[in-house]
């Protein structure tokens, strides 16, 4: 869920016109500015990925882009840090995918 | 090639303050900077697309600091990673490897400023790796940032007062904040520090802050307690708390379950040093700063000439002490070039070591009091993931300890800890503690247990990307 | 002197020294390992891991080559480890046709000893290795070979030897030795003197220093090689696959790229190597280094072209002029042994280390390693002359 309050911890912002995205072949809406992590974090999806031998199910850890456990696919291109891109009109994400396949 | 007087890697509280002074001598400076745009995680800027005004102190120290520099000749190249350095010919400096879109695939730099700052410490239990678990740093950037809660009820687990920050702000996002935490006692410890304490007012009044509405909130606060179970089925469903001793080990028996999704984990950060030591400049091991520190001098040079080291990478002091350090590696840098003497640098060296001094008590006072002990690692057991790239348990380790692993770099090799994405960097110091843990009682210490070696590329990168850097030659 | 007194001690902790400590660890003899860096470092810790037998050029190295297959077949278990032993063969890509012809030949010669080998054409290669860019080879010669993890190898044998009795202690370089009428009765390290009734040098591109230390000097020369590897990928080659003339580059050109590549069974290939020459020992990947071997792969493999490197690495690699081991005493010296500059490390150094054993407990050097007595170079160096 997206914050939409603001007080004088959170200011005000204005997000822009919302970009379109496709989530596993789901339509989707997410705002510029706004990295994959939180398009999909406010779409309720936590699991990004199964992890290659045990598949066990990972999602963002450290947010900035040093733990790569947020790898999600971007346009094709596979073990893509979700926290560390940002989205972009027209991008086709795909999750559950085991890292490094 | 494009060749500068100066180049600095990291835009954070050091880097920028390091780019503000020498931009002010005069250096020919290029900034280099993951992250889309300047502020390192101290100073985070809003993305421009959330047309925000930052309100806050900090905020908006951080926006008109990133505008100063913005404003200056120095150039800056965001969203951009240093992936390889290596010396020049002929004494010449250092060539960059540099991998971002429109920026050039390698330049020349005479001196090098490395300001990569921190992340957060893993600290590993059983269910950490259950999405729901993260880092006190993704709950800020979540919150501050990408104003996105990251769950509806939370616990946060961990040491030290960047907790209270991360609950404050998760509470006035609409987060429901079930308890913070604190495994550590920090008092009556504390009050020896009274004096440390005097002049950090904006400090004490921004904890204050946090402490009332955590108080309103009526966010319980426990000291001596933490996390050591995150239970749910494909993400955080409920969390086990305890009760610690003084050296971090759970007391059974005092066992409590919490309904929450979410678990932030902030034992403190570490530093990012990866850059310095694929440079090869010289570290000595440290558990209490995170690790390892650099061998420098007064003017933050490393054991490689020309090579500054500033801020948090160097040791975890906070953004005034990196502001100060940034500095003087700046000043450092310009000696060096030629456009002071040291004799003009040392008014200004005489005035930075008062403030150094200064910051570095108050740092050294939070690193006494909130540094995770070697004991925290007995908070995973057997099936708990160690290597979380390679999915390595603890078990697993142990086995090859009794065949013989002694050091951190010998389970690298008979386990595959540490050859995954992130290159060890979240499982390095939990290996080292497992060590001491394990092999303690026979006298090894956590010095000797060594760490890994870190080799170019700084980060996994497409082999065309590497094949492509040989373009342009000396 | 505070130091224990050993019957043998063994300066070198890579692949060699550790086979030694095991083999001499064996009857209850009093063996200490010194390492000056880590376990299984220099050119142990950097290896691909074959055990090639494609690159043997004498009937008698084949001999000791094979011998050491079967004893890698079974030495996981007799060491209590999982050596990760695989048989994936080797590919030779053949460019020119006088190589066509001298791998013909090799190709010939194997399969009268028996040993799995065959020519391929291009249409064939292309078959076996879908990934290449093929055109400009004209086929490959194929050769059976094994592959082992090198760490498994280098710690099993480490660890079978502390269970027998031996102390291995790493980050301890040697930095003198002290000599009496002819025989070496001190082994120095920082913080002690150590007394052995023998002492073995094994310290791979080391080696030479070592024995400088001791008053000697071998021919003992090394490249600069460097190596990646990348993720884990689905499967996409079961062979190994090098080109043609490797060994000749190693030790021909000044910089050069030769081209090797394997997978692993967990999915990451291994790419080697880029060669320079060098002087001085260093473990640093360099400016040509990874970019050129990275070009080289993608022209030749072009799927690698978005495939992620991980790591890479560089190292020493130790040769002798005739490019065959210095094993054997030191003349002029009673009790000091050498044994470096292994070819075909891999699968000789299980046979050859074994035989080292014997020959030091027995006091005389078994027959199959007395071709490489370091006799055939060994100069005392005049140091009272200079």
Redesign the interface.
Known sequence: ???M?A??????????APVRISVDGNSAEA?????V??AL??MGI???RK????G??????????????C?VTVDG?E?VRA??T?VRDGMEILTGQV??? | MKKVELAIVGAGPAGIHAALQANEAGLNTVMVD?N?RPGG?YYKQ???????????VV?QEGSFLVGLLESTSVEIFSNTLVWGVFPASRGEGWLLNLHGEGVPKQIQAHSLILATGA??T?IPFPGW???????A???L????N?????GKRALLTGTGPLQLALA??LI???VEVAMVLEASQPFPKAFQYAPVMINQWSRILEGVDYGF?MLRARVPYRLGWAVIEARGD??VEEAVIARMDNEWHPLRGTEQVVQVDTIFSGYTVKP?NFLGRMMGCEFRPDHQQGGLVPVRDEWMQTSLPGVYLAGDAAGIGGAELARVEGKVAAVAAAVRAGRFSEKDAKPFSRRMRGQLRRQRRFANLLSELFTPQLGVISLATDNT?IC??E?VTLGDIRKVITEGARTVNDIKVLTRCGM???QG??CELSIARILVQELGASGLTFDEVGVFRVRPPLHPLPVSVLADSLEVEG | MTGQSYDFIIVGGGLAGAALSYYLSQQKNRVLLLEARNLCGGSSGACAGRAQIFECESESYLDVVLAGFSKLERLGEELGCDLEWVTPGHLSLIQEMKDWETCFRKVSWLKRRNIPADMLDQGQLRKEVSILQSESFLGAAYAHEGHVSPFSLCMGYIQAARRQGARVMAFTPVIGFQMESGRITGVRTAEDVYSSAQVVVAGGAWSRDLLLLAGFDIPLRFTHAEAMIT????PVLSRHVGMTGFYETVHGGNHSVTLGLGQHPN?SVLISNAIQSATVIDQESTFWGMPALAKALKGYFPIFG?V?IMRTWAAPSPFLPDYYPAIGWVPGVDNLFIAAGFHLAVPTIPILCADIAKSMLVGEPVERIVPFSPGRFVEKIREEAE
């Open positions: 869920m997206r914050i309050k007080d004088r911890a959170l200011p005000e912002i204005r997000r822009g705002y510029p500015g706004e990295t992590a939180t974090m406010a936590r699991q990004f992890t290659r031998d045990k066990e199910p990972r999602g963002v850890y450290c947010g900035m882009g040093v733990c790569y456990e790898l291109v073990n926290c560390q940002c890292a490094e396949q | 993951s889309p995680q809003l993305p421009l697309d959330f047309g925000g005004k930052p309100q806050k905020e992340y957060d893993p790796t259950l999405p729901g678990v993260m880092t740093g993704a709950g950037i979540s919150v501050k990408q104003r996105v809660m990251p404050s702000s006035h996002a609409g509405t494909g993400q990012n993931i979380r790239c999915e995954g994405n992130c960097r979240n | 993720e884990k990928l689905p999915g978005k992620r």
